[in-house]
């Protein structure tokens, strides 16, 4: 059991939150809307705690359940606070208005933004943004375990989300140097686009990708 | 029952082949290594075909079964010959020394790069180069139907090449216009990657890509 720190307290705050308690972690939540926040912390029940940003950081592994801008923002606002502690980027940089380009410069993408942004000793690692809020807080796709991948330049700090991930009852898969979250988020463009189209009736942001077998 | 020509004559065009000729479509086999190409048609058998560059293209629907560079090159020889059918590019233009990057263009895909080569009256669509070979001949994995993403700008296009799919078993999943390519082509960046590290013992050219459930 570690203490897990998440900002933000929307839909993939609860499911990360979900999955860490599950996994017997502590999760400390901390979000600016101090009665959204409460309402999380008290939907996970035990082990969970809540603050706002005048909070002191106390997870090791720092998840950033919020857009792209904010968690560049937070991380820039917490700025040596978060040296020495992995930082997760779960951010989907997309155009939500045409799920056709990207928030992010060319040849970039979410997560190195943020890593920009960040102390340079913060252990920024890119994982869960290919799953969705639903699925993840079920922790399983059609009975199988999802896919978590993960991509950081810090072998040490993808040792322990993968550890976490696992603990978690998914399956954790190092995907190589974080400059591979351009392909997750590129990825993620097509996917999220899917969801969102009424072409395609049946995907209803309850869906996961998988490599199977 | 309709006829399809595969350029190529190696392990992709050898399980696209399969896939067709269990489709009950009629299948002609182009190659440039006459030998080769003559195996492959025994091996597909009753409804299958072959011939040299010399031959005339019979097929309504082209796979484009070769390389990214060959790819262009057999587009750009055959020119008007093309126009009117759908022409379907499979490569994955990765950069096969590091599996840290892409052949084509910053901003573009291989399928753009073939439709800038091909007649404009081509009618080029992206699809199956998220499927492996192994597992493609197969038609399986884990038991259930592979997905077959598809990008292409000619709806008609698309629709004939989900009919194949559909009727080889496979499950076509329509991802939007011709440019949706570039996340499909850098999906299989990061898919192929984990394939040749040594670092995934399981991931050995046998996985899909599924969207679950």
């Given at each position: 059991m570690s203490q897990i720190t998440i900002f933000g307290n929307g839909h993939m705050a609860r499911a990360i939150g979900v999955r860490m308690i599950r996994a017997r972690h502590s999760v400390q939540i901390l979000g600016r809307d101090g009665e959204k926040t409460r309402g999380l912390v008290e939907d996970l029940g035990a082990g969970a705690s809540g603050g706002g940003e005048e909070a002191v950081v106390e997870g090791g592994i720092v998840f950033l359940a919020v857009p792209y801008e904010e968690a560049t923002k937070v991380v820039t606002l917490y700025g040596e606070t978060l040296a020495g502690r992995v930082v997760v980027d779960m951010c989907n940089p997309i155009d939500l208005g045409t799920f056709d380009g990207m928030r992010t410069p060319a040849g970039s993408s979410g997560a190195e933004q943020v890593a920009l942004h960040a102390s340079k000793d913060a252990l920024v690692v890119k994982a869960?943004?290919?799953?969705f809020a639903a699925t993840l807080e079920a922790g399983q796709v059609a009975g199988q375990p999802l896919d978590v991948f993960i991509a950081g330049d810090s072998q040490e700090a993808k040792m322990k989300v993968s550890a976490v991930v696992a603990a978690s009852g998914l399956r954790p898969i190092d995907v190589g140097p974080l400059r591979r979250a351009r392909e997750l988020e590129a990825m993620m463009l097509m996917f999220m686009g899917l969801q969102v189209s009424p072409h395609h009736e049946n995907f209803n942001w309850d869906t996961a990708v998988k490599l199977l077998p």
């Open positions: 869960f943004n290919t799953c």
